[in-house]
């Protein structure tokens, strides 16, 4: 199995900004590496804790 990972880091002044500016960076990521995909793919979510 390979195992693709592109370490992205963002801010902006909301969580939905930040989010779009993360797809934007992957996207163009994307855009000049392109993988090879020969097997299947894996995609997963997960949840942060709230700072108090």
Known sequence: MTF???KT???DESIEEALA???EANELYLEE???MLTERSLL???????HA
């Open 44 to 50: 997963t979510t997960f949840q942060v804790a709230k």
């Open 4 to 6: 693709y990972q592109k």
């Open 21 to 23: 500016n993360l797809r």
């Open 33 to 35: 590496f392109p993988l």
């Open 9 to 11: 880091t963002t801010q």
